[in-house]
């Protein structure tokens, strides 16, 4: 089945610092990729999401591109605030559609003032 | 507002007491599923439905039932709960869709303690 690969962290950035939270993949075809967020104490939210290869998610100043060449699904942020502390999870659907989805094992980011 | 909601949010019972998380949506989603998450293991899914009367087991279902009698309801049941079933618990539901392309909507989740 399809799988995901994500740093565990934590991260510790200062106020503004630019994020990456890498993730990578395996999966027959091409499935969409998902990231989501966990703010404390609330369930999961999608953040963002990419359909096909090459397609740019972005939400909230996040990015990630979707590169089949090298199967990479990275979570950028060009500038973090203390509210971007939270846990991130890549994600992709199981091949054969929806039923299952597979999630990485979650990025907890702290950002300190 | 479109939300999954589920309760309790939080519940602290006993070993062997039969009990229910509730979970219901009301985007008129045809798939839900059931998750719980663990510190260190991620997030893992017990139970998912495809729709109404259409259920099947996830990674790790052993322990719990749930049914699908209505389109907006997923309750999830622990019929003699043990303490290796405390955990946080979450519901998602989503629409059907080639690839999985839409995405989750989560629940708030609940917190089960089973002493």
């Known amino acids: 089945g399809n799988s995901v690969t994500q740093m565990e962290g934590p991260v510790t950035l200062s106020e503004e610092a630019f994020l990456t939270i890498n993730c990578t993949y395996t999966?027959?075809?091409?499935?969409?990729l998902f990231w989501y967020v966990q703010y404390p104490g609330e369930g999961l939210q999608l953040l963002l999401k990419?359909?096909?290869?090459?397609d740019k998610g972005s939400n909230k100043g996040f990015e990630a591109t979707y590169r089949k060449e090298t199967t990479s699904f990275h979570l950028e942020k060009g500038s973090v605030q203390v509210s971007d502390s939270a846990v991130y999870f890549c994600?992709?659907?199981?091949?054969?559609?929806?039923?299952?989805?597979?999630f990485g094992i979650g990025t907890k980011l702290q950002v300190i003032p | 507002e479109a939300q999954v909601t589920q309760n309790p949010r939080y519940l602290i019972t006993v070993t062997g007491k039969k009990l229910t998380v509730t979970c219901s949506q009301n985007m008129n989603h045809e798939y839900m599923s059931w998750y719980r998450q663990d510190p260190g293991l991620g997030l893992r899914q017990i139970y998912y439905s495809m729709n109404v009367e259409v259920t099947d087991k996830g990674d790790v279902p052993e322990g719990y039932k749930v049914s699908r009698k209505e389109k907006r309801n997923f309750p999830l049941i622990l019929e003699s709960p043990s303490p290796n079933q405390t955990s946080l618990y979450f519901c998602?539901?989503?629409?059907?869709?080639?690839?999985?392309?839409?995405?989750?909507?989560f629940g708030s989740g609940t917190r089960l303690t089973v002493v």
């Open positions: 990419a359909t096909k290869a090459d």
């Open positions: 998602a539901s989503s629409f059907a869709g080639r690839q999985g392309a839409y995405g989750y909507t």
């Open positions: 994600a992709l659907p199981n091949s054969g559609g929806y039923q299952k989805v597979t």
């Open positions: 999966a027959t075809g091409y499935p969409s």
